[in-house]
């Protein structure tokens, strides 16, 4: 009976140490972010439905982004991991899409269209004719510091 209680013993140590080890992943690589909240404007008028994003300036921290979609009157508020929760500090290059309305054809096709491949196939083209879609020519810059941070942007 010794024996049947050692395996178990073993069994449960093995057991206990291989989800502390599964729980111990070195802490979490999420960088602390702070709010950043804004309206969107174009020739004085909320940009309801843009999309903006704020791209490290440090083409090696690329991989993080922080995005939003605004609202009916132009309001974002950016995430990075989890809803409104913000940016990490930092400098950012800006980067805005505004999707003009689809065509009567093309949002038939959007509703027809089965897989996701074939929705994001269907793109409606940028109110903005694409100046500040592309990270590399987009002039738009903003700095995200340790504080709740306000920062509209209104085009002309």
């Known amino acids: 009976m010794a024996t049947l209680s050692a395996r178990i013993a073993t069994f449960l140590l093995v057991v ?73 500090a930092g400098e950012y290059v800006v980067t805005l899409y505004w999707p003009a309305p689809l065509s009567k054809r093309a949002a038939e096709k959007l509703e027809k269209a089965e897989t996701v491949e074939e929705k994001d196939a269907i793109i409606a083209p940028d109110r903005l004719k694409d100046v500040y879609r592309d990270p590399l020519k987009t002039k738009l810059k903003a700095t995200v510091a340790e504080k709740d941070n306000e920062i509209d942007f209104t085009l002309p």
Not at 31 to 44: A, D, I, N, S
């Open 16 to 88: 206990g140490s291989v989800a502390g080890l599964c729980g111990c992943g070195g802490g979490s690589k999420e960088k602390p972010v702070f709010k950043v909240h804004g309206k969107l404007t174009f020739e004085g008028k909320p940009m309801s439905g843009a999309e903006i994003a704020f791209l490290p300036a440090d083409p090696a921290q690329r991989g993080l982004q922080s995005r939003a979609t605004a609202n009916a009157n132009g309001e974002y508020t950016l995430y990075t991991y989890r809803q409104n929760d913000g940016a990490p």
